[in-house]
């Protein structure tokens, strides 16, 4: 739906490879370091970066993205800072789509209309809103397409065919499967069965298809990438960022180039 992401897509079928999604949370472990990590993604391998708008009841996130989101709160994260962090980041990057992916209740706080106008000024290219279901389309889903934003809906292991058109109908960019029943982070995807169903539901969508939750390696990346369009890596960035600070929690100057080098990593094999 934005030039930005059609963009992308076409230009990777081009090069015959699929996207790199990396999520981080935004002003994880704050926001001078989380603006550094951001800001390298691109350079380190990233087709498309998530930005996760922190919360305190993140029910789909694991372990270590909750933490991560609970260090940002901590750091004085809000939704004005998360998208003041996109707004600077776009600022120096105008071709890298970035998705803002989290939960519905800051957005309802913020304000619906306000969020979706700031959003889309800051450089906002596209919504995974994890709590809100086809049927409450009319919240945020349909307003969002109508001011511009792709709406990137959520597909798992339980869409089964009877659903997936549904699922489908107003979701726009690309469509994300969820690889693991359960939350991010805690399994490892079962690769037969990742590309199994997503064969099955290529038939019921043109969009591309980025798998996610639970890959953590570059052979993970790698194997999924020979089915899908996307592979979508997080947890094991912001685990990144963790083990990289100090004994007081603080960034260290290490914290930026440990989730640089892994993302790197790991683009090398979505690249083969």
Do not use: W
Not at 24 to 34: F, L, Q, R
Not at 141 to 166: H, K, Q, S, V
Not at 205 to 210: D, F, Q, W
Not at 250 to 266: D, E, G
Request: net charge positive; hydrophobic share 45%.
């Amino acid at each position: 739906m934005t030039a930005r992401m059609d963009d992308k897509f076409a230009a990777l079928k081009k090069q015959g490879r699929a996207a790199l999604v990396t999520f981080v949370t935004a002003g994880d472990p704050d926001a001078a370091t989380s603006l550094k990590i951001v800001e390298g993604l691109p350079k380190a391998g990233a087709d498309i970066i998530e930005l996760g708008m922190p919360f305190t009841d993140p029910m789909a996130d694991g372990p270590a993205i909750q933490e991560a989101g609970l260090r940002a709160l901590r750091a004085g994260a809000t939704m004005k800072t998360t998208l003041k962090l996109l707004k600077a980041f776009r600022a120096k990057d105008k071709t890298t789509p970035v998705v803002l992916m989290g939960y519905y209740n800051p957005i309802y706080v913020y304000g619906v209309e306000k969020f979706l106008k700031d959003a889309k000024a800051a450089g906002c290219d596209g919504l995974i809103v994890v709590d809100l279901p086809p049927e409450e389309d009319s919240e945020l889903c349909i307003p969002a397409m109508e001011a511009g934003l792709n709406f990137i809906r959520l597909a798992t292991p339980t869409t089964d065919d009877a659903r997936a058109p549904a699922v489908f109908k107003h979701t726009s960019g690309f469509v994300y499967y969820v690889s693991v029943l359960g939350i991010t982070g805690t399994k490892a995807p079962d690769l037969k069965s990742v590309a199994a169903n997503v064969k099955r539901l290529k038939k019921h969508t043109s969009l591309p298809i980025c798998v996610g939750f639970g890959v953590k390696t570059a052979e993970q990346a790698r194997a999924i990438a020979q089915n899908a369009d996307g592979v979508v890596v997080g947890s094991a960035l912001v685990s990144a960022v963790e083990k990289s600070l100090d004994k007081k929690g603080k960034p260290t100057a290490s914290t930026p180039k440990a989730v640089h080098k892994l993302v790197a990593k790991i683009a090398k094999g979505v690249r083969t």
